[in-house]
Antibody, heavy 119, light 112 residues
Framework: QVQLVQSGAEVKRPGASVKVSCKVS????????MNWVRQAPGKGLEWMGR????????SHAQNFQGRVTMTEDTSTDTAYMELGSLTSEDTAVYYC????????????WGPGTLVTVSS | QSVLTQPPAVSGAPGQRVTISCTGN?????????VHWYQQLPGTAPKLLIY???LRPSGVPDRFSGSKSGTSASLAITGLQDEDEAEYYC????????????FGGGTKLTVL
């Protein structure tokens, strides 16, 4: 059974960057397809992208191109999502989620990290 | 605006049956990609409820069922219970642009 533990809540100024971590236990991170999904307050789910170092490529939703970096530290089984040039519209709960690569669903989710962007 | 369209809200009395629709197009559901459904209780992460259009993960009651036809999919909940009150999201895959994974806007289920 895979477990995901995310870093704590963050408060950032507009224009800053935030880096959220997601530590995997129960499996080796390199065996998994780690994705990131966010949810603004009172809004729906928005897929941000995934990192897949084993295949040598990452895939990001167009809304985040050039602004998001997704990395993995296989020595600690920890995935990271860094989002830059923050605006108030980036205030959201950020989830890491494991994708089932056979049918592209998400059976396992982290608890979420609240990122608040405020001046 | 979400790529997959869901009704914002549905409601039903305990014991009743409700359905939630998820409408896509030829670049996602209509292209043959599977539809998955998630239940999200307030303040918690989404939970996979239905995968592969109609399959239930272990532990999900058989009161929940899914179906897909053409460019749409549906989630049905029978024998409605108070604890079913939650937000429900559909999800699929899309071949257009770079939005490979797409979610519906979510449907709030209220148990009357």
């Amino acid at each position: 059974q895979v477990q995901l533990v995310q870093s704590g809540a963050e408060v950032k100024r507009p224009g800053a960057s935030v880096k959220v971590s997601c530590k995997v236990s129960g499996y080796t991170l390199s065996q998994l397809s780690m994705n990131w999904v966010r949810q603004a307050p009172g809004k729906g789910l928005e897929w941000m992208g995934r990192s897949d170092p084993e295949e040598g490529e990452a895939s990001h939703a167009q809304n985040f191109q050039g602004r998001v970096t997704m990395t993995e530290d296989t020595s600690t089984d920890t995935a990271y999502m860094e989002l830059g040039s923050l605006t108030s519209e980036d205030t959201a709960v950020y989830y890491c989620a494991i994708m089932n690569v056979y049918n592209s669903n998400f059976p396992d989710w982290g608890p979420g990290t609240l990122v608040t962007v405020s001046s | 605006q979400s790529v997959l369209t869901q009704p914002p809200a549905v409601s039903g009395a305990p014991g009743q049956r409700v359905t939630i629709s998820c409408t896509g197009n030829r670049s996602n559901i209509g292209a043959g990609y599977d539809v998955h459904w998630y239940q999200q209780l307030p303040g918690t992460a989404p939970k996979l409820l239905i995968y592969g259009n109609s399959l239930r993960p272990s532990g999900v009651p058989d009161r929940f069922s899914g179906s897909k036809s053409g460019t749409s999919a549906s989630l049905a909940i029978t024998g409605l219970q108070d604890e079913d009150e939650a937000e429900y999201y559909c999800q699929s895959y899309d071949i257009s642009l770079s939005a490979h994974v797409v979610f519906g806007g979510g449907t709030k289920l209220t148990v009357l």
